[in-house]
């Protein structure tokens, strides 16, 4: 009874020790390639980076970045700063502790406009509006100049919008006690337990309350925006904004209540087995071009990085800083001269044909990939976000783009999904992996335990 007691537990600790740790490796690497994908590149000369002129006029919008050792969230940052600048309405700024370039979650590299220190002695008091987007905290000391900039502006006067897993910096900076908040479904049951002073709500798309407006996953943060906007300047200013970026969910920027909240459920389990067992990860660039739409940019990153099963490269014509629509200045890891081989080379944007038709031609003449997309061309009118799932689903499978569209919060019937039904390498790395567990385990049972009883 005791020998059989001691197979088992054999058995059972190689089993898991094994694939435990071959997923943890892969964890820790998509972690590296998406959530820690910093900018080890040299970096360009920065001369000649405009900054949007300063209206006093206007009310301020302070977007912020952390600290360089860790990615702000991409889609945080981006969805904001677009909706601001669109409407013509506010100074929007990028800002972070210092002007060294920042890098977005996914690999995308930003040039801020101001230090904190510098936007504040520009304005002379504490911006009118102040985003956070999620910024992880894993460097105590790199982040605390970010942790108190923002309680230096915790005033009245200041509005503070937190994004999607941003109510989490929020939180930290002691803003969010007492409140009621919302944030991100996957986040919610750790918020719960690291910040139980805070009231987390799982069934509504944003939460106002005194000058603190978080809101819940990604696409949440878009009504978040626009319920902001439609406060200070108007619904019809709102409106406008949505019908431009083709929003098919203005009905939650007037009412954020939503039926049902998302949850854990299976879908959950395979974009952890996509994350620790999808071993052949897709090289995809996206382009980089002057004038290009920041919305657009942003649809490309979470889509693909954050599955686990594509490795996102960003790519333009020089190693110059690139101006976007609304002048955020972005630059490129990879020149098309050096670009790296490439499964897909994606470039976004409805207006991409003509905006970057010499950077296209110089790709089609010099760059390497399988196949190059213009993902937004052909439908220039949806929304931006639509295309890049369903190509998702048709590269990949259809149980990782619809867990894809669930971590988006997209609640739309707009994304119409064909590929093939279950990511048959990652389930069959799986599999290998804990038959290669069992082999090794009945290879040492047979060689040190059944050998012993039989010789006993």
């Not at 677009?82 to 690999?107: C, E, W």
């Amino acid at each position: 009874m005791k020998r059989i007691v001691v197979r088992i537990v054999v058995y059972v600790l190689i089993f898991a020790v094994s694939v435990g740790g071959i997923g943890l490796y892969g964890f820790n690497r998509h972690q590296k390639d998406f959530y820690l994908n910093v900018r080890h590149e040299p970096v360009p000369s920065l001369q000649g980076v405009k900054v949007p002129q300063y209206d006093p006029h206007k009310p301020t919008v302070a977007v912020v970045m952390a600290d360089s050792s860790i990615p702000t969230e991409d889609f945080d940052f981006l969805i904001p700063y677009t909706l601001f600048s669109m409407t013509d309405a506010y100074n929007v700024y990028a800002v972070a502790p210092d002007k060294n370039i920042k890098s977005l979650s996914g690999g995308l590299d930003v040039v801020p406009h101001y230090s904190y220190k510098e936007l504040d002695q520009l304005l002379g008091k504490s911006p009118d509006i102040v985003v956070v987007p999620y910024m992880p905290i894993v460097d105590e000391i790199k982040y605390q100049p970010t942790r108190e900039w923002i309680q230096k502006h915790s005033n009245e006067k200041t509005t503070f919008l937190s994004i999607c897993g941003g109510s989490e910096n929020l939180a930290d900076a002691s803003l969010l006690k007492g409140k009621s908040a919302a944030s991100h479904w996957q986040a919610i049951p750790g918020l719960k337990k690291q910040y139980p002073d805070t009231h987390w709500v799982e069934d509504v798309r944003y939460v106002q309350e005194g000058n603190t407006l978080t809101t819940a996953g990604q696409s949440a943060g878009i009504d978040g925006v626009l319920h902001l906007i439609a406060q200070q300047l108007g619904e019809p200013m709102a409106a406008k904004i949505s019908k431009e970026i083709n929003y098919p969910s203005y009905h939650f920027v007037q009412n954020p209540k939503v039926d049902h909240p998302f949850y854990v459920d299976i879908k959950f389990a395979t974009y952890w087995l996509n994350l620790g067992f999808h071993w052949n990860k897709k090289q995809m660039g996206v382009l980089l071009y002057k004038g290009m739409d920041e919305l657009a940019l942003s649809s490309i990153f979470d889509s693909y990085g954050d599955t686990g099963t594509t490795q996102v490269s960003t790519i333009s014509n020089s190693d110059a800083p690139i101006a976007t629509k609304h002048q955020l200045n972005i630059v490129a890891r990879h020149q098309i001269s050096n670009a790296p081989k490439l499964d897909k080379m994606i470039i976004p944007g409805g207006n991409a044909k003509s905006l970057a038709e010499a950077d296209i031609k110089l790709w089609s003449e010099k760059g390497n990939a399988k196949e190059t997309l213009l993902i937004h061309s052909a439908s220039p009118n949806r929304f931006v976000f639509e295309a890049p799932l369903e190509d998702l689903a048709k590269q990949e499978d259809l149980v990782t783009a619809k867990h894809a569209v669930k971590r988006f919060e997209y609640r739309a019937n707009g994304i119409h999904l064909e590929g093939k039904p279950f990511p048959l390498e990652t389930y069959g790395n799986v599999l290998l992996t804990g038959l290669l567990a069992l082999l090794v385990a009945f290879c040492i049972d047979r060689r040190f335990i059944m050998k012993k009883t039989i010789f006993k």
